[in-house]
């Protein structure tokens, strides 16, 4: 399976920020849509936020909402995911993904064709 690249994962303190990118280069010309999942220990991977590559359309998850913002450098074929307010709920190793739905930001594991190694991010004091 075709894998992305994540990097800037790292650990950082309550209150604080972090970016985290990703090499999508890869797929050429790229997917409809990209996003960004996380899996804590213990837990399933669960959906942080998405965005369609030609619209620019987000969608994230509530627990995220106001306090990530996820982009795409079009030219340079990255997206990143700006991640600020941190807590230490949002300690996972997180995953960039693409997929093929173009209609609507895609929320699903299951409608992500490619991902990525993953990049751990540590929320703690």
């Known amino acids: 399976q075709v894998q992305l690249v994540e990097f800037g994962g790292g650990l950082v303190q309550p209150g604080g920020s972090l970016m985290l990118s990703c090499d999508a280069s890869g797929r050429s010309f790229g997917s409809d849509s990209m996003g960004w999942f996380r899996q804590a220990p213990g837990k399933e991977r669960e959906f942080v936020a998405s965005i369609m590559w030609n619209s620019g359309a987000t969608g994230y998850a509530d627990s995220v909402k106001g306090r990530f913002i996820i982009s795409r450098d079009i030219a340079k074929m990255m997206v990143h995911l700006l991640m600020s307010a941190l807590r230490s709920e949002d300690t996972a190793v997180y995953y960039c993904?693409?997929?093929?739905?173009?209609?609507?930001?895609?929320?699903?594991?299951?409608?992500?064709?490619?991902w990525g190694q993953g990049t751990q991010v540590t929320v703690s004091s």
């Open positions: 993904a693409a997929s093929n739905v173009g209609w609507k930001p895609p929320s699903r594991a299951s409608e992500f064709d490619f």
